[in-house]
């Protein structure tokens, strides 16, 4: 049983790898910048010791549930890299650095050092390749979450007919945003002499108090203009939130979609709209 | 299984990046989506209070079981001047500021349970809980 022997010779001498392993990281030239001594010596302590039991209970198999914990040391370790900003080389070099010292304590026993090597080689490239992977997926994350700031950054007031504007709101709405927004509509309503604003919240995730007082605030400088306001958009979990919230909305007109606010807008502005019947 | 995270609650983008990760762990937790909106609401509203009246502090989120069921618990704390009145700044309408005065008093309508613990001088903790 070649996986016993592994298992046997890592937990007799797990306090002599322990120090191989560091000694070796830190040749490898990890940027003290980015990763002190202490969290390496952590590190490494933290992950041999769950190594040695899930090898023990677990065999080689990593799917098997004693591997968890390691598992999870090494997601957390990726995530914390890959939200610093490590290269994934030096996250993967954590794990597969393990091997040398590894090695040369399998060259020093007496068992079936081949059959010992393999098992380890196979082993490590598993969780090397499995460290890799914990660690693209929280890049992507961090990916995910820039690019819906991104939406943050410009919102385009649009004239859809002569007096009707519209603004689709997309992404979280924070104070200086929000007011950014607000005053360009403000803005425009007076540039094109606009009856009517649309404000399209169907992009928007959370509708807060803070949200919400921006948009009443807007409306009611609308309404000195002469201007009018329709939401459109408003969800029906966004809706029963802010009935929750204890938000009143008085009077102002709710449309469930920017198609339909922009009806009722032509509407209002007795515009009809006639279809070109063909052939008749 | 129980998943912990802390988050720094300093600046303003601080709160958009606590709404995403309450918004993943109540999808995680398999909320349902009004659920999961109110659970997100409700982190925005105190996470800003702690931000603008206590000076900033920390999220703690986690998503975990009550009673058998999933659920996702909040606990965001500051450290600023605290609520001498908790019973007036929970009413609806009231605010020292300039805002709706609903936040409190909405985040709590929004949530399973709700749990609020202030010292004047020493800070204030919300602790907010929504299950499935
Ligand atoms: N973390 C906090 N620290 C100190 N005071 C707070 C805190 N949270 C809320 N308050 C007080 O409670 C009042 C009501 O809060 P809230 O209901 O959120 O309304 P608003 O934020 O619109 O003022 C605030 O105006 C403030 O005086
Ligand atoms: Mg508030």
Same mark, same amino acid.
């Given at each position: 049983m070649t996986v016993t022997v592994l298992a046997e010779l890592l937990q007799q001498n797990e306090t002599a790898l322990l120090d191989r392993w560091i000694a070796v990281q830190r040749a490898a030239g990890i940027d003290p910048n980015r990763l002190d001594d202490r969290s390496i010596t952590d590190n490494a302590r933290d992950l041999l010791h769950a190594l040695v039991r899930a090898i023990s209970e677990?065999?080689?198999?990593?799917?098997?549930?004693?591997w968890r914990p390691v598992k999870q040391l090494l997601e957390r370790l990726s995530h914390v890299h890959s939200q610093q900003g490590f290269p994934p080389t030096e996250t993967a070099t954590f794990v597969l650095s393990l091997k040398e010292p590894l090695f040369r304590l399998i060259q020093k026993s007496d068992g079936n050092t081949i059959e010992l090597l393999w098992a380890c080689t196979r082993l490590f490239d598993q969780l090397g390749l499995f460290t890799m992977q914990a660690y693209m997926a929280s890049r992507e994350q961090v990916i995910r979450e820039q690019q819906e700031s991104m939406l943050e950054l410009s919102t385009p007031v649009v004239q859809?007919?002569?007096?009707v504007l519209a603004v689709p709101l997309i992404g979280s709405l924070d104070s200086n945003r929000t007011q950014v927004v607000m005053e360009a509509l403000l803005q425009k309503i007076v540039d094109t002499e606009s009856d009517i604003a649309i404000i399209d919240i169907?992009?928007?995730?959370t509708v807060d108090t803070m949200v919400a007082q921006h948009l009443l605030k807007t409306i009611t400088a609308a309404k000195l203009m002469g201007a009018k306001c329709i939401i459109s958009g408003i969800r029906p979990q966004i809706a029963a939130t802010i009935v929750h919230l204890g938000v009143e909305l008085g009077d102002v007109v709710t449309k469930a979609s920017l198609a339909d606010a922009f009806q009722l807008a032509l509407r209002e502005l007795n515009v009809r709209l006639v279809a070109n019947r063909l052939g008749a | 299984m129980t998943t912990t995270e802390t988050l720094p609650l300093?600046?303003?983008t601080d709160i958009v990046t606590i709404r995403q990760r309450v918004r993943k762990a109540a999808e995680d937790a398999r909320l349902g989506l009004v659920s999961q909106t109110k659970i997100v609401t409700a982190a925005s509203e105190i996470a800003r209070n702690g931000l603008i009246y206590g000076g900033g502090g920390q999220c703690l989120i986690e998503r975990t079981q009550r009673e058998g069921r999933a659920a996702v618990r909040l606990v965001i704390i500051d450290h600023g001047?605290?609520?001498?009145?908790l019973e007036q700044a929970m %009413?609806?309408?009231? %605010?020292?500021?300039?805002?709706?005065?609903?936040g409190l008093s909405g985040a709590r309508r929004l949530v399973d349970a709700f749990e609020i613990a202030s010292q004047p001088g020493q800070g204030t903790s919300v602790e907010m809980w929504k299950w499935k």
């Open positions: 677990g065999g080689d198999d990593i799917e098997h549930p004693q859809l007919w002569k007096g169907t992009g928007v995730p | 300093k600046q303003e001047p605290g609520i001498a009145n %009413t609806d309408g009231y %605010t020292s500021g300039n805002g709706l005065g609903l």
